[in-house]
């Protein structure tokens, strides 16, 4: 059961214009997202975050938004630009009763590849 | 400031043998998480240690087991290695029990290739 889904496997954009990329939920628990992003050979470089008490969340030309009745929540990217093509992925987790002997873990999306158009 | 290494970068096993990978967290990070990933696949959990006890474990065999020392570096063990098994292995480090942030940040990863 796939408890995070990006059903975008790829993406085009023109260099400039926006980016805008999905991902859903099932799990009602969830109250922490994520978005990374993996070039080849490397491991995911963290993007993004926002907690399931926010809709919305700024940083620099990165935003992402939080629906949580959709069980949904996007990355934006404006402008976009050549280096920004990699995979991106989403993530969630659930924090909610988290104690200092508890953890937690991420559950990934399986990824979104974009392509930046020069 | 040293980010999350692994080691090594690369691996080519046999099937049935056995395989260490390790790696090293951020400074500052206590709280070890190991994830693989396959082939177009996103990440999953494995397991994750904290205080050098396994704290939470994934959907995986217990062929796959783990250990992390005093000093927070640990260790990801697969006993008898299947075709299945190869991968990129990536190790994420947070200081979730400092009262900071509780992101996590990976490593390169150790791509496992299984013959």
């Known amino acids: 059961d796939q408890q995070v889904k990006q059903n975008s496997p790829s993406l085009s954009v023109q260099e400039g214009r926006i980016s805008i990329l999905n991902c859903d939920y099932t799990?009602?628990?969830?109250?922490?997202f994520l978005w990374y992003k993996k070039y080849p050979a490397e491991g995911p470089t963290f993007l993004i975050s926002?907690?399931?008490?926010?809709d919305k969340n700024e940083d620099g030309r990165f935003t992402v938004f939080l629906n949580k009745s959709a069980k949904h929540l996007s990355l934006h990217i404006v402008p976009s630009q050549p280096g920004d093509s990699a995979v991106y992925f989403c993530a969630a987790s659930a924090r909610r009763g988290f104690t200092t002997s508890g953890t937690y873990k991420y559950i990934f999306g399986t990824g979104t590849r974009l392509k930046v158009l020069a | 400031d040293a980010g999350v290494t692994q080691s090594p970068t690369h691996l080519i096993k046999t099937r049935g043998q056995q395989v260490t990978l390790r790696c090293s967290p951020k400074s500052g990070h206590d709280t070890v998480s190991w994830y693989q990933q396959a082939l177009g696949q996103g990440p999953q959990f494995i397991f994750q240690y904290y205080e050098e006890e396994e704290r939470q474990r994934g959907n995986f065999p217990d062929r796959f087991s783990g250990h992390q020392f005093p000093n927070y570096s640990s260790e990801l063990n697969v006993n008898a290695l299947l075709l299945g098994d190869s991968a990129l292995y990536l190790c994420?480090?947070?200081?979730?029990?400092?009262?900071?942030?509780?992101?996590?940040?990976f490593g390169p990863g150790t791509r496992l290739t299984v013959l």
């Open positions: 926002i907690s399931s008490i926010k």
């Open positions: 994420a480090s947070s200081p979730l029990h400092r009262g900071k942030t509780d992101t996590q940040y």
């Open positions: 799990n009602s628990m969830f109250d922490y």
